[in-house]
T-cell receptor
Framework: DTGVSQDPRHKITKRGQNVTFRCDPI?????LYWYRQTLGQGPEFLTYFQNEAQLEKSRLLSDRFSAERPKGSFSTLEIQRTEQGDSAMYLC??????????????FGPGTRLTVL | AQSVTQLDSQVPVFEEAPVELRCNYS??????LFWYVQYPNQGLQLLLK??????LVESINGFEAEFNKSQTSFHLRKPSVHISDTAEYFCAVSDPGNTDKLIFGTGTRLQVFP
């Protein structure tokens, strides 16, 4: 079990550019989550997938944000026309949904985005 | 909407001293409660969780948390901390009707000094 991995770990971009992040969940985990964490705050939920289906999107996820999980394995999060307010740590988590009350979410190390 | 409050942004303690990290949540319904820890340059790791049953839950490294429904609290405690416990601790809540997303507090940085 190699854990959740995210790439890149750091990204610096200029305002207006597009960026894409990748998340590889733990093998066979059917749920994948994206969170955003700004300085001094806890992680905030953005969206999640059950296999390839995107089941919920937060209001934080503006039209410039899009997430995909095309084959139910890895996921990408794209931000178009980045703004300075997008600077944050983007966290990915995965879990194995069973019939139990709740499933533990395992987090990756995050991608730190800096928009200049 | 549910929310989680961690009143202490930083807690400095000396090694081997006891510590309590406070967490309060706002919800009128039953919830699931979690503590996550984030060591420097690492991802969030689940420390312990309360789903139901005994109100006192323990982790493998000596931390414990007690669910108090009347006070809507889930404080984290350890009787004797180590230098290696230095980290950011996040309390989180999920709605049993929608366990798919976690709502986190702002975190408490525990700094253990020798």
């Amino acid at each position: 079990d190699t854990g959740v991995s995210q790439d890149p770990r750091h990204k610096i971009t200029k305002r207006g550019q597009n960026v894409t992040f990748r998340c590889d969940p733990i093998s066979e985990h059917n749920r994948l989550y994206w969170y955003r964490q700004t300085l001094g705050q806890g992680p905030e939920f953005l969206t999640y997938f059950q296999n390839e289906a995107q089941l919920e999107k937060s209001r934080l996820l503006s039209d410039r944000f899009s997430a995909e999980r095309p084959k139910g394995s890895f996921s990408t999060l794209e931000i178009q026309r980045t703004e300075q307010g997008d600077s944050a740590m983007y966290l990915c988590a995965s879990s194995l949904k069973r019939d139990s009350p709740t499933d533990t979410q395992y987090f990756g190390p995050g991608t730190r985005l800096t928009v200049l | 909407a549910q929310s989680v409050t961690q009143l202490d942004s930083q807690v400095p303690v000396f090694e081997e001293a006891p510590v309590e990290l406070r967490c309060n949540y706002s919800s009128s319904v039953s919830v699931y409660l979690f503590w996550y820890v984030q060591y420097p340059n690492q991802g969030l790791q689940l420390l312990l969780k309360y789903l139901s049953g005994s109100t006192l839950v323990e982790s493998i490294n000596g931390f414990e948390a007690e669910f108090n429904k009347s006070q809507t609290s889930f404080h984290l405690r350890k009787p004797s901390v180590h230098i290696s416990d230095t980290a950011e601790y996040f309390c989180a809540v999920s709605d049993p009707g929608n366990t798919d997303k976690l709502i986190f507090g702002t975190g408490t940085r525990l700094q253990v000094f020798p």
